[in-house]
T-cell receptor, first 114, second 109 residues
Framework: ETGVTQTPRHLVMGMTNKKSLKCEQHLGHNAMYWYKQSAKKPLELMFVYSLEERVENNSVPSRFSPECPNSSHLFLHLHTLQPEDSALYLC?????????????FGPGTRLTVL | GQNIDQPTEMTATEGAIVQINCTYQTSGFNGLFWYQQHAGEAPTFLSYNVLDGLEEKGRFSSFLSRSKGYSYLLLKELQMKDSASYLCAVMDSNYQLIWGAGTKLIIKP
């Protein structure tokens, strides 16, 4: 257990569905991250929140919409996804700030878009 | 552009030693991380190097040469549970982590 939980662990959705991924960290961290992990590809950073403010949005399509209501919770809202969006979505947290710190990852949500 | 290269897959024998290499080209350097990821699980932190040289932590060691843009992870006395993917990541000048695609390590009895 890394102190970061994600739900659901697995999700299958059609292209017209709307769903949300949830992440919660119990580490008292100030920064949270969404990553996309596709087979045999590097982790792709999608969004970064620091103290509940979005500080990074790496040209992610608008069909992905993040929400960070407080420093412990992070959501990724999904709508009208494409089959190529099927991947493992990982949430991570860290102390944050302009310093080198270790990221702690959740177990991920395996998303399949039909 | 920024780039991290590591082998896609490696195979080693239980009890042996294996070295996983990582080369990088990034805009700035604030350290290099190694993470371990078992299939279906979260990546977990293994090591961090920011100065040249070798960092040893039990059966695992990590080496860094900043002038060569090169690191390796050395795993000794391999155990079956070491079968996993090993991810190399570099923190750039903006304190963003740039990730390699990972090396899948297969341990055979």
């Amino acid at each position: 257990e890394t102190g970061v939980t994600q739900t659901p662990r697995h999700l299958v959705m059609g292209m017209t569905n709307k769903k949300s991924l949830k992440c919660e960290q119990h580490l008292g961290h100030n920064a949270m991250y969404w990553y996309k992990q596709s087979a045999k590809k590097p982790l792709e950073l999608m969004f970064v929140y620091s103290l509940e403010e979005r500080v990074e949005n790496n040209s992610v399509p608008s069909r992905f919409s993040p929400e960070c209501p407080n420093s412990s919770h992070l959501f990724l809202h999904l709508h009208t996804l494409q089959p190529e969006d099927s991947a493992l979505y990982l949430c991570a947290s860290s102390q944050g700030g302009t310093e080198v710190d270790e990221q702690f990852f959740g177990p991920g949500t395996r998303l399949t878009v039909l | 552009g920024q780039n991290i290269d590591q082998p896609t897959e490696m195979t080693a024998t239980e009890g042996a030693i294996v070295q996983i290499n990582c080369t990088y080209q990034t805009s700035g350097f604030n350290g290099l991380f190694w993470y371990q990821q078992h299939a279906g699980e979260a990546p977990t932190f293994l090591s961090y190097n920011v100065l040249d040289g070798l960092e040893e932590k039990g059966r695992f060691s990590s080496f860094l040469s900043r002038s060569k843009g090169y690191s390796y992870l050395l795993l000794k006395e391999l155990q079956m549970k070491d079968s996993a993917s090993y991810l190399c990541a570099v923190m750039d000048s903006n304190y963003q982590l740039i990730w390699g695609a990972g090396t899948k390590l297969i341990i055979k009895p």
